[in-house]
């Protein structure tokens, strides 16, 4: 065991906050994640970067925001030069280690240009988003150009589930009563059973993985990082028996939405709702169908997650080991007339966060319940303070939780920023609306949640008066509607404007920045006189640097 502790990053891929038993849901019961909370902090006011997987993950795995990375959609690499959480925990001989997915794509353009082979050391760090790819999967069928085959596929063929794609025909399909294969990717399937045995399904095996690397790291000695990253709850929506037939009708809240909502004048808000995943889920029949398998698919990662932490106990690890669970977006689920994730609503943009810290410093925070506004980019400036990494405020954008995971004053956000580029979409399409505009941003203080939208007017919701995000006063005439638009404006106008992309800029390099004089650099300078009275000694023909 090392002094330093380690340090179980897990996340749900496409969970809501709100579906789980400690975070207020009324029949979806998950006491092992309610009881991490009781050990733990508990944070319900924690905002990712972007609503969709790959920019709002490389936000999470950069600590800095989706302008300042760049990788603003699914596939779109993150660039060569784009320093990593695992990059920094290596400078202080830490690992950082994947079991799971990232959806993270590799700039290989940039390394051929710098002439960085992919198989190098460094290609593959570069290809691995920084982490050591103890387990990389990406929850894709084997035909996925970014994936192809995995060690999951090998795993299920080992165990007798041989196909050519047994990703997509054993754990994403079921079988009707006739025996006929029916896939998940059509959404009427969901409730049938994942046609493999629970204990082989995708969130056992990740989980299996995650115990399989501690062993090894036990041997190893250094201190580590290590991020489980679960595929599911993410569709395709089917669950293996018995967690298939747990819940039905009965179990499944009603939408938030409204009649109004659906009559919006806002161009791009209903170009989303008239877009298919939109369309679909706004029909109760299937909401009936998907949403009781969304739910299986949380308990079971619960009852794993139950199952992992009891073995860590056991094996000693808990004692040492800093476990965060959260994920990298929600689901709409028919809220707001809308499927899938992309956009603002509490629904989409909100995630849970928990944090447990197993260090005695944390023990007056156990059980607390935080509203402090918190990004998905904190989370690595609290990993790096953990494992003794200096800060980096030049590179990273985040800021560090550990006050208030030890329950310390001096953490303070004013707003919190999310960003989406949808040009990839059929409301651009639908729009015609340019790639350079097809692009929103998101800016909440608490209350307040303003969206601009290049090209058409702003969405603003009072969450304070309206909490379901129903009533769009993005165009109200109110007076304190008016005021907070140019106030919020005014804010992203401030926060775009800051340096986001100065990484170079470490407190050595400031250091040496001094004004022109001092530097041996004399510009404006009228005559000698002036000169020593600026600088306080003769001026040299020699020149200041004294060269003969």
Known sequence: MTDKPNILWIMADQLRFDYLSCYGHPHLDTPNIDALAARGVRFTNAYVQSPVCGPSRMSAYTGRYVRSHGATWNGMPLRVGEPTLGDHLRQVGARAVLVGKTHMTADLEGMAWLGIDPQSEIGVARSQCGFEAFERDDGLHPDSPRQNWSAYDDYLVAHGFASDNPWEDFANSGLDSDGELLSAWLLKNSRLAANVPEEHSE????????????????????????????????????????????????????????????????????????????????????????????????????????????????????????????????????????????????????????????????????????????????????????????????????????????????????????????????????????????????????????????????????????????????????????????????????????????ITATPEVLARQKIAAESGILIGFWDEAEYQDAVGKPFSSLTPQGRP
């Open 203 to 502: 969130t056992a095996y990740m989980t299996n993985r995650a115990m399989d690397f501690m062993r090894e790291a036990r041997t190893d000695g250094r201190p580590w990082m290590c991020h489980l990253s679960y595929i599911k709850p993410h569709w395709p929506y089917i669950v293996p028996a018995p967690y298939h037939e747990m819940y039905d009708e009965r179990h499944i809240l009603p939408p938030v939405r409204s009649d109004m909502e659906r009559e919006t004048d806002h161009p791009l808000v209903r170009a989303y709702h008239n877009a298919r995943v939109c369309k679909s889920f706004s029909r109760d029949n299937l909401r009936e169908h998907v949403i009781p398998a969304y739910m299986g698919l949380i308990k079971q990662l619960d009852d794993n997650l139950g199952r992992l932490f009891a073995w860590m106990d056991a094996e000693g690890f808990s004692e040492n080991t800093i476990i965060a669970f959260t994920s990298d977006h929600g689901d709409y689920l028919g809220d707001h007339w809308m499927g899938d994730k992309d956009f603002y609503h509490e629904a989409a943009v909100k995630v849970p966060l928990i944090i447990a810290d197993p260090r005695p410093e944390a023990d007056g925070t156990r059980g607390l319940v935080s509203d402090a506004l918190v990004e998905m980019i904190d989370l690595p400036a609290t990993f790096m303070q953990a494992l003794g990494c200096a800060p980096k405020p030049h590179v990273i954008e985040g800021r560090d939780l550990t006050s208030i995971l030890h329950g310390k004053d001096g953490f303070s956000r004013r707003y919190v920023i999310s960003e989406h580029d949808y040009h990839w979409s059929e409301m651009a399409v639908a729009l015609g609306q340019p790639q350079e505009d097809a692009h929103t941003t998101m800016i909440f203080d608490g209350r307040w949640k303003y969206i601009r939208c290049e090209g058409f007017r702003p969405v603003l919701w009072d969450l304070q008066n309206d909490p379901d995000e129903l009533v769009d006063l993005g165009a109200s005439e109110d007076p304190l509607c008016v005021k907070t638009r140019a106030r919020m404006e005014s804010a992203l106008l401030k926060w775009a404007t800051r340096h986001h992309t100065r």
